[in-house]
């Protein structure tokens, strides 16, 4: 299964990241979204990063226009018609993402494999809304992209040996570790790491310690290379609540119960980094 052509849906922080770290591997790109202007600052932030890259001197300029060249923009989901791969990077809801994967089922060559980066949601119900089940997976990067080295893999129910096989070599191609997990809700990242940054999330509304001091204890005591509130800040506040609630649903146990607060930030509008505010301030 030869892939060369790439559709990443979704030019926001995650596909973007996805879309350049593609290019980057030597991939032609489709960059899509529903509007031209996101999909512009999508290649704005990657342009961005590649200039950084030439700075320290890890590409040479000739390099970044050689990946720039690689991308094409698309504001229309049928440009899937030119794509080995569609990855797609949407908001993380499950009817939009069912309805976005119907759509591409349409216009995606009948060998191609469609992808989902989702961070929870189930890829058995996802690929049910397609024709071909089997060629459907999850492939769920970690956020900056660019950095992060995990990829987790993930198997619907009907998804092929073959289909596996390709984007687990794909993964590699783009220099990431791909690691194999089951289809549960939150896989195994998003189950170990969003309970803990609730109960931080808790620690703060019980007032056990305020949140500059939650943060220090875990980068200070744990060695992570942020506190919890400041990874949920960078995260997004809304993903952090759909992802307890998925999980919340998923097992009906009360362990996963969102913390109240959480869910106050979220209708404040709070959203973390990318609205200016969420625990902390962003100027
Ligand atoms: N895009 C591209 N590159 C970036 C970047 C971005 N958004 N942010 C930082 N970098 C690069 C920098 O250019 C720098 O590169 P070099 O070392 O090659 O020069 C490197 O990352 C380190 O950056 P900084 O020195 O500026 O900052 P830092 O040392 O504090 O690292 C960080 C920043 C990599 C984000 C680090 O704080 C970190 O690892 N944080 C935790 C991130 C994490 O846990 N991610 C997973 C989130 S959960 C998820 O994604 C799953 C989900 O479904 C929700």
Redesign the pocket.
Known sequence: MQIEKVMVVGAGQMGA?IAQVCAQAGYQVYLNDMKEDIVEKGLGVIAK?LE?QVQ?ERISSDEKERILARFIKSIDLKDAKNADIVIEAAVENLKIKMQIFEELDQYAPAHAILATNT?SLPITEIAAATKRPEKVIGM?F???V???KLVEIIRGLATEGEVYEAVEAMTESLKKVPVEVNDFPGFV??RV?MPMINEAVYTLYEGVATKEAIDEVMKLGMNH??GPLT?AD??GLD?CLY?METLHEGFGDDKYRPCPLLRKYVKAGWLGKKSGRGFYVYP
Do not use: A, D, W
Request: net charge positive; glycine share 4%.
């Open positions: 990241g990063n950084r320290k961070s769920h970690m956020n900056p660019p950095v992060m990242s998003n790491l290379p942020m990874l960078f995260i993903t992802i």
